[in-house]
């Protein structure tokens, strides 16, 4: 009875510790399920703890605290090892082969789950223990990805991905009537269906005679390295078929007049003068820097370059700031108080990062721009990311056009052969 005793301890510590981890990290559906059990066996434990007594009970409360913490440690190496189970085509085409004289423009972007999924973390994660870059430890880790879900749950859902695909069809529809009739737009994401790699290999498939892919993302990056490499993994080379890459948007004056034009028609025929314009970056720890210090360079220049626009557009410059959403310094509250104070009465505020809605700019920066503390009457408004802007649009455009210069021409494809929608998983 008394060996019973001991083991009835470490089986419920062990569960209970186990059963928290997943509390923390399993999608909505499944969370009262582990909370209950959790508590039970929290529960449990604490019954059986009271039936030691003098020595034993300082032991077995030792063993059940070491216990708890394997039970959490043992699951959150399995919840963080889990693996991107995304699937890549079989390439069926052969060296040789010439195609259809189509050009692909592989639309290339981050990516979010419409609902929750840690994967494109857990993938993160990963990339950065390889890479020897400090993170959350790993036991804090699934904390993270509670505080994701959570994110999650208060907003119902994520936009990115909508929203992306809208774009891509619009982007399509815009090449195709501005030069490019014979282009045929393949969506691709870094955290969703389908990979990069995934949309070559489906173009190829398709017969596409040239690759262009259309980097959607604000700065040179992990993000865009972590892409990059795996569409040079489908090696287009041997099968005769040119690529070219267009490079991320932080160079782009028509991205920044677009952040111009938003300001404009938000305000309308306002004074210009009483109203303040925030730019939210995304910000890396300073250690990333060394790894990929063109993140935050471009990316700090790049809101530089919008500020300037808004001035010359009739902006006043003490109303314009520039903050960051983690991990650097200002925060979006400390620089809205800065321009609440300089006498703006109106301040609308950006994800500048962000290509399309999602998590960060419908919910991480909005709660961080409610914690400042402005004056009453002082109105805040999210104008969110880029989105299916007309300026976004041509922005993109323009560097898919510059990137076709670089290729060799193709015989045009007849309107029966381009007439398909953007790729979708």
Same mark, same amino acid.
């Given at each position: 009875?008394?060996?019973?005793?001991?083991?009835? =301890?470490?089986?419920?510590?062990?569960?209970? @510790?186990?059963? =928290?981890?997943? &509390?923390?990290?399993?999608?909505?559906?499944?969370?009262?399920?582990?909370?209950?059990?959790?508590?039970?066996?929290?529960?449990?434990?604490?019954?059986?703890?009271?039936?030691?007594?003098?020595?034993?009970?300082? %032991?077995? %409360?030792?063993?059940?605290?070491? /216990? /708890?913490?394997?039970? &959490?440690?043992?699951?959150?190496? #399995?919840?963080?090892?889990?693996?991107?189970?995304?699937?890549? +085509?079989?390439?069926?085409?052969? +060296?040789?082969?010439?195609?259809?004289?189509f050009t692909a423009v592989i639309y290339f972007t981050h990516g979010e789950p419409e609902t929750y999924n840690p994967i494109g973390w857990l993938n993160q994660f990963r990339e950065f223990d390889q890479q020897k870059i400090a993170f959350v430890p790993f036991l804090a880790r699934p904390f993270f990805i509670?505080?994701?879900?959570?994110?999650?749950?208060?907003?119902?859902?994520?936009?990115?991905?909508?929203?992306?695909?809208?774009?891509?069809?619009?982007?399509?529809?815009?090449?195709?009537?501005?030069?490019?009739?014979?282009?045929?737009? &393949?969506?691709?994401?870094?955290?969703?269906?389908?990979?990069?790699?995934?949309?070559?290999?489906?173009?190829?498939?398709?017969?596409?005679?040239?690759? %262009? #892919?259309?980097?959607?993302?604000?700065?040179?990056?992990?993000?865009?390295?972590? @892409?990059?490499?795996?569409?040079?993994?489908?090696?287009?080379?041997?099968?005769?078929?040119?690529?070219?890459?267009?490079?991320?948007?932080?160079?782009?004056?028509?991205?920044?007049?677009?952040?111009?034009?938003?300001?404009? !028609?938000?305000?309308?025929?306002?004074?210009?003068?009483?109203?303040?314009?925030?730019?939210?970056?995304?910000?890396?720890?300073?250690?990333?820097?060394?790894?990929?210090?063109?993140?935050?360079?471009?990316? !700090?220049?790049?809101?530089?370059?919008?500020?300037?626009?808004?001035?010359?557009?009739?902006?006043?410059?003490?109303?314009?700031?520039?903050?960051?959403?983690?991990?650097?310094?200002?925060? +979006?509250?400390?620089?809205?108080?800065?321009? !609440?104070?300089?006498?703006?009465?109106?301040?609308?505020?950006?994800?500048?990062?962000?290509?399309?809605?999602?998590?960060?700019?419908? &919910?991480?920066?909005?709660?961080?721009?409610?914690?400042?503390? /402005?004056?009453?009457?002082?109105?805040?408004?999210?104008? @969110?990311?880029?989105?299916?802007?007309?300026?976004?649009?041509?922005?993109?455009?323009?560097?898919?056009? @510059?990137?076709?210069?670089?290729?060799?021409?193709?015989?045009?494809?007849?309107?029966?052969?381009?007439?398909? +929608?953007?790729?979708?998983?």
């Amino acid at each position: 009875m008394r060996y019973l005793r001991w083991i009835a =301890v470490a089986l419920l510590a062990f569960g209970t @510790g186990w059963l =928290v981890l997943g &509390y923390l990290t399993v999608p909505p559906l499944q969370m009262s399920a582990y909370l209950a059990g959790a508590c039970f066996g929290a529960a449990a434990l604490i019954a059986v703890l009271a039936g030691f007594r003098g020595r034993n009970l300082g %032991i077995a %409360i030792a063993l059940s605290l070491v /216990l /708890l913490l394997g039970g &959490y440690w043992v699951n959150a190496g #399995v919840v963080l090892g889990h693996e991107d189970s995304r699937q890549v +085509p079989e390439l069926t085409r052969r +060296p040789g082969d010439p195609g259809k004289g189509f050009t692909a423009v592989i639309y290339f972007t981050h990516g979010e789950p419409e609902t929750y999924n840690p994967i494109g973390w857990l993938n993160q994660f990963r990339e950065f223990d390889q890479q020897k870059i400090a993170f959350v430890p790993f036991l804090a880790r699934p904390f993270f990805i509670y505080a994701l879900r959570d994110a999650y749950l208060k907003v119902g859902s994520s936009h990115h991905r909508q929203m992306h695909l809208q774009m891509a069809q619009q982007l399509e529809d815009k090449l195709r009537a501005e030069g490019m009739p014979d282009a045929r737009v &393949y969506v691709s994401f870094l955290d969703d269906e389908p990979r990069p790699d995934a949309a070559v290999i489906q173009a190829l498939n398709d017969g596409a005679s040239r690759i %262009i #892919v259309s980097e959607v993302f604000l700065t040179i990056s992990n993000h865009t390295k972590e @892409g990059e490499k795996q569409i040079e993994a489908v090696d287009v080379k041997k099968l005769g078929v040119p690529l070219v890459l267009t490079g991320p948007m932080w160079d782009s004056q028509t991205m920044y007049d677009m952040f111009v034009d938003k300001v404009n !028609a938000e305000v309308g025929a306002a004074d210009r003068s009483k109203v303040g314009v925030l730019l939210v970056g995304h910000g890396q720890p300073d250690e990333w820097d060394v790894e990929f210090p063109t993140e935050t360079e471009q990316e !700090a220049l790049f809101r530089e370059r919008i500020m300037d626009a808004l001035v010359r557009a009739g902006y006043e410059r003490g109303n314009l700031g520039s903050a960051w959403m983690s991990f650097k310094k200002p925060l +979006p509250a400390i620089k809205a108080e800065e321009i !609440a104070a300089n006498g703006a009465e109106k301040i609308v505020f950006f994800a500048a990062a962000i290509s399309a809605d999602s998590i960060h700019s419908q &919910y991480d920066i909005p709660e961080l721009v409610a914690e400042a503390k /402005l004056p009453n009457g002082v109105a805040t408004v999210n104008l @969110g990311a880029w989105n299916d802007h007309e300026l976004t649009l041509e922005a993109i455009a323009e560097k898919i056009r @510059g990137a076709a210069t670089k290729l060799p021409t193709v015989r045009s494809s007849t309107a029966s052969e381009t007439a398909v +929608p953007p790729s979708q998983p």
